[in-house]
T-cell receptor
């Protein structure tokens, strides 16, 4: 079955430190991959997406993600976090197909806490 | 402004009282879907629609209905809500192909 795994439920990072959030997927073929952020009480905002091509993807708010086919991973990174980055982060995938049930499969989320 | 809107944003109801959560998008998108978000479970798809009059079940469809009579609207119907449907609900839409899904602001539902 298709699945997306975010191994870390919570991560605590000091302000100004670097960040890496892990995401692994299990699909028959390489899916389309996304990272969304949800701030407290807010909806979902797309940070970045990977469809094909360059495996290092740049997103908004200084985030980037690297697709590694050999590891079935799509980890999210930021070189220096700000207190405003505290939020819930979701990795998601959609199958690489032309139609059918192609909704997003989400990971369970990683809650990011920023320490002053 | 391109957006997905949902109403109401917050709703408290009682078991068995039918309710409808509306969803509307102004981007002429073919594909629309509903998700529910629960702590520790992430978001799970309830129903989706590929176009007008074309709907299908997602991963957790039990207890929900949808309709797609117009391209822009995709209401979620709970005929007889139960407490286990207390959740945060998101509507989403996207165009054909592999475009980004746009999410509405969410509807927080409490069923007593």
């Amino acid at each position: 079955a298709q699945s997306v795994t975010q191994p870390d439920i919570h991560i605590t990072v000091s302000e100004g430190a670097s960040l890496e959030l892990r995401c692994n997927y299990s699909y028959g073929a390489t899916p389309y991959l996304f990272w969304y952020v949800q701030s407290p009480g807010q909806g979902l905002q797309l940070l970045l997406k990977y469809f094909s091509g360059d495996t290092l993807v740049q997103g908004i708010k200084g985030f980037e993600a690297e697709f590694k086919r050999s590891q079935s991973s799509f980890n999210l990174r930021k070189p220096s976090v700000h207190w405003s980055d505290a939020a819930e982060y979701f990795c998601a995938a959609a199958p690489y197909s032309g139609g059918g049930a192609d909704g997003l499969t989400f990971g369970k989320g990683t809650h990011l806490i920023i320490q002053p | 402004e391109a957006q997905v809107t949902q109403n109401p944003r917050y709703l408290i109801t009682v078991t068995g009282k039918k309710l409808t959560v509306t969803c509307s998008q102004n981007m002429n998108h073919e594909y629309m879907s509903w998700y529910r978000q629960d702590p520790g479970l992430g978001l799970r798809q309830i129903y989706y629609s590929m176009n007008v009059e074309v709907t299908d079940k997602g991963d957790v469809p039990e207890g929900y209905k949808v309709s797609r009579k117009e391209k822009r609207n995709f209401p979620l119907i709970l005929e007889s809500p139960s407490p286990n449907q207390t959740s945060l609900y998101f509507c989403a839409s996207r165009g054909q192909g592999r475009e980004t899904q746009y999410f509405g602001p969410g509807t927080r539902l409490l069923v007593l």
